[in-house]
Nanobody, 124 residues
Framework: VQLQASGGGLVQPGGSLRLSCAAS????????MGWFRQAPGKEREFVAL????????YYTDSVKGRFAISRDNAKNTMYLQMSSLKPEDTATYYC??????????????????WGQGTEVTVSS
């Protein structure tokens, strides 16, 4: 399974970006999918996840109300719509897939497949 994250870039505070994560190699329709991020000098942290049916999603507190995760299983693609971006959202964003589709884990170690990361910089 290969995951390809894209959509990062430079945006001003208050702006928006949409990240995409395209999967190839096999269908991920039964997998929980998540977004994580790692800021310079910090550990990688959970951002959001979406269950395999797309009927439940979870967010870290700092992005609730600003970020929205979604998936299109027909396209084998997941998205992260980011709005009202803040400088503290600056990080490399990684998408990941958990083969254990019935759980909704925020733990990095429980994700099996990872994308290469896409950089998001929020700055004026």
């Amino acid at each position: 399974v290969q995951l390809q994250a894209s959509g990062g870039g430079l945006v001003q505070p208050g702006g928006s970006l949409r990240l995409s994560c395209a999967a190839s190699g096999r269908t991920l329709s039964n997998y929980t999918m998540g977004w994580f991020r790692q800021a310079p000098g910090k550990e990688r942290e959970f951002v959001a996840l979406i269950t395999w049916e797309g009927d439940n999603s979870y967010y870290t507190d700092s992005v609730k109300g600003r970020f929205a995760i979604s998936r299109d299983n027909a396209k084998n693609t997941m998205y992260l719509q980011m709005s009202s971006l803040k400088p503290e959202d600056t990080a490399t964003y990684y998408c990941a897939a958990d083969r254990v589709g019935w759980r909704s884990s925020t733990k990095i170690d429980e994700y099996d497949y990872w994308g290469q990361g896409t950089e998001v910089t929020v700055s004026s």
